[in-house]
């Protein structure tokens, strides 16, 4: 038995290498072109227009395939409260919002389905491949003594608020082993996080056609578990002593009740003292996760999480391996967070099984609730708005006022408080160009006549 537990993940890595392969890769521009990209000089958010208008087009027609009871049990409030309904367990009355797949005709799951194909990733057998391999895995559970708790059809779809390219709104998709909450606004992506993801066995041949073809075999998270293997594989001992937590993890710590409760103080081995091979295989190990979100918006957080490896931490705690109960290991970024952690199995007992969490401080819930760094803000505790934050160089950063002004003017500023724009506007909103900033911090001022000025910092990159 103890063969079993241990010859799995090297099976799995085997597996794996494939996909692997063009996953490590930087994404092939055919691949980008299958979607609507962002544009690298000009976007507004971390995806274009179009390609969120995709996503509010395929939500639009599920919706109107639905009764009027359906839809008010899919559209819920944009709140605190129901953004964080989501859970890595089986599900339950009340663990979740929306509608179930297996309660839908065939036709109306697969218009839900559309709608997370077109807010998710396509790059080296992420994003949406990885949800319908997750939901594969339960069927598989279903037919080795799981029960009726499990299955591909026990699977929720929520709006949380109207999907419209004004305004806020997130999807949420999910049920056990997954956990998808994508935030949007006004027509741009401000956060595909928290995203929890597992599965139970590690490798499998569907049995059946309800997700996969029948015969194809499935290795959820591989990618992930061969990246964490390869990162921490590839410490030298010290290295590997000065990574290593005292404490022992049988689960991810910012699961569902983790919301806003990362440490004060990052732990383990900073990128600072990696090296540039080393630091590749952090973001190789970033890459599974980042690319579950839409392709543009995945190329655009890695870009930006690749800026703050200095000062990203790489830990772990059990034997290092990531082949027994309780190894674990945590990636802890300024803005990132990435947990992996190897339970004991449910249903396969004599296997391991996988949990992982990826969140980032700024952007949970489009940052709107939670959030813990510099990012995106939430208009309702705001008197503006400013997002994306942090933004590319060259991209216009969308200012939006909590209510119509007669009469306002923005400055940006560096932090030497030396000018460097400024303009005039009426309404709720407008436009402030980064075109020839450096990389760094700057002040945006917004004053509204007879009012004081009200100031965010906004980073660019």
Same mark, same amino acid.
């Given at each position: 038995?103890?063969?079993?537990?241990?010859?799995?993940?090297?099976?799995?890595?085997?597996?794996?290498?494939?996909?692997?392969?063009?996953?490590?890769?930087?994404?092939?521009?055919?691949?980008?072109?299958?979607?609507?990209?962002?544009?690298?000089?000009?976007?507004?958010?971390?995806?274009?227009?179009?390609?969120?208008?995709?996503?509010?087009?395929?939500?639009?027609?599920?919706?109107?395939?639905?009764?009027?009871?359906?839809?008010?049990?899919?559209?819920?409030?944009?709140?605190?409260?129901?953004?964080?309904?989501?859970?890595?367990?089986?599900?339950?009355?009340?663990?979740?919002?929306?509608?179930?797949?297996?309660?839908?005709?065939?036709?109306?799951?697969?218009?839900?389905?559309?709608?997370?194909?077109?807010? /998710? $990733? =396509? %790059?080296?057998?992420?994003?949406?491949? !990885?949800?319908?391999? @997750?939901? #594969?895995?339960?069927?598989? &559970?279903?037919?080795?003594?799981?029960?009726?708790?499990?299955?591909?059809?026990?699977?929720?779809?929520?709006?949380?608020?109207?999907?419209?390219?004004?305004?806020?709104?997130?999807?949420?998709?999910?049920?056990?082993?997954?956990?998808?909450?994508?935030?949007?606004?006004?027509?741009?992506?401000?956060?595909?996080?928290?995203?929890?993801?597992?599965?139970?066995?590690?490798?499998?041949?569907?049995?059946?056609?309800?997700?996969?073809? /029948? $015969? =194809? %075999?499935?290795?959820?998270?591989?990618? !992930?578990?061969?990246? @964490?293997? #390869?990162?921490?594989?590839? &410490?030298?001992?010290?290295?590997?002593?000065?990574?290593?937590?005292?404490?022992?993890?049988?689960?991810?710590?910012?699961?569902?009740?983790?919301?806003?409760?990362?440490?004060?103080?990052?732990?383990?081995?900073?990128?600072?003292?990696?090296?540039?091979?080393?630091?590749?295989?952090?973001?190789?190990?970033?890459?599974?996760?980042?690319?579950?979100?839409?392709?543009?918006?995945?190329?655009?957080?890695?870009?930006?999480?690749?800026?703050?490896?200095?000062?990203?931490?790489?830990?772990?705690?059990?034997?290092?391996?990531?082949?027994?109960?309780?190894?674990?290991?945590?990636?802890?970024?300024?803005?990132?967070?990435?947990?992996?952690?190897?339970?004991?199995?449910?249903?396969?007992?004599?296997?391991?099984?996988?949990?992982?969490?990826?969140?980032?401080?700024?952007?949970?819930?489009?940052?709107?609730?939670?959030?813990?760094?510099?990012?995106?803000?939430?208009?309702?505790?705001?008197?503006?708005?400013?997002?994306?934050?942090?933004?590319?160089?060259?991209?216009?950063?969308?200012?939006?006022?909590?209510?119509?002004?007669?009469?306002?003017?923005?400055?940006?500023?560096?932090?030497?408080?030396?000018?460097?724009?400024?303009?005039?506007?009426?309404?709720?909103?407008?436009?402030?160009?980064?075109?020839?900033?450096?990389?760094?911090?700057?002040?945006?001022?917004?004053?509204?006549?007879?009012?004081?000025?009200?100031?965010?910092?906004?980073?660019?990159?």
């Amino acid at each position: 038995m103890k063969k079993l537990v241990f010859l799995a993940p090297l099976l799995l890595a085997t597996m794996a290498s494939d996909k692997l392969g063009s996953l490590f890769e930087a994404p092939q521009p055919e691949a980008v072109a299958a979607r609507p990209a962002a544009r690298p000089t000009a976007a507004k958010g971390t995806k274009s227009a179009a390609t969120v208008a995709d996503v509010v087009t395929a939500a639009n027609a599920f919706l109107a395939s639905l009764s009027t009871a359906q839809q008010a049990t899919l559209v819920q409030t944009f709140n605190q409260t129901n953004v964080a309904k989501w859970s890595n367990l089986p599900v339950s009355n009340g663990s979740r919002l929306g509608l179930r797949l297996d309660a839908l005709t065939a036709a109306q799951q697969t218009l839900a389905l559309a709608v997370v194909e077109a807010a /998710t $990733g =396509t %790059v080296g057998g992420e994003g949406f491949r !990885e949800i319908q391999e @997750i939901r #594969a895995a339960d069927d598989n &559970l279903v037919a080795n003594g799981g029960g009726s708790a499990y299955g591909s059809g026990v699977y929720l779809i929520a709006f949380l608020g109207q999907p419209s390219l004004t305004g806020t709104w997130m999807l949420q998709f999910g049920g056990h082993h997954l956990a998808t909450n994508i935030c949007y606004r006004n027509g741009y992506v401000t956060g595909p996080t928290p995203k929890f993801e597992a599965t139970e066995p590690l490798t499998f041949t569907t049995a059946n056609a309800n997700v996969l073809p /029948t $015969g =194809t %075999v499935v290795t959820p998270l591989g990618n !992930e578990a061969t990246a @964490i293997q #390869a990162l921490f594989a590839g &410490l030298t001992t010290a290295q590997r002593t000065t990574a290593r937590l005292s404490q022992t993890f049988t689960d991810v710590v910012l699961g569902p009740n983790g919301n806003g409760q990362f440490p004060t103080t990052r732990l383990g081995l900073p990128g600072s003292q990696l090296t540039a091979a080393q630091q590749t295989l952090v973001m190789n190990a970033l890459r599974p996760w980042v690319l579950d979100a839409d392709d543009a918006t995945g190329a655009q957080l890695l870009s930006y999480y690749e800026t703050q490896l200095a000062n990203t931490y790489i830990s772990y705690s059990g034997t290092g391996l990531f082949t027994s109960n309780a190894d674990y290991a945590r990636i802890d970024g300024p803005n990132v967070w990435i947990e992996f952690v190897c339970q004991s199995g449910v249903i396969y007992r004599n296997q391991i099984h996988y949990h992982s969490i990826y969140r980032d401080r700024a952007r949970d819930y489009g940052g709107n609730f939670y959030t813990t760094a510099l990012g995106t803000q939430a208009a309702a505790t705001q008197a503006f708005a400013v997002y994306p934050n942090p933004a590319y160089a060259g991209s216009s950063l969308q200012v939006q006022l909590e209510t119509p002004a007669a009469s306002a003017t923005y400055t940006l500023r560096n932090m030497l408080g030396q000018r460097l724009s400024s303009g005039a506007f009426s309404g709720s909103s407008t436009e402030v160009a980064t075109t020839g900033l450096a990389i760094g911090t700057y002040l945006l001022s917004i004053e509204v006549a007879g009012q004081s000025p009200m100031t965010r910092k906004v980073l660019v990159y």
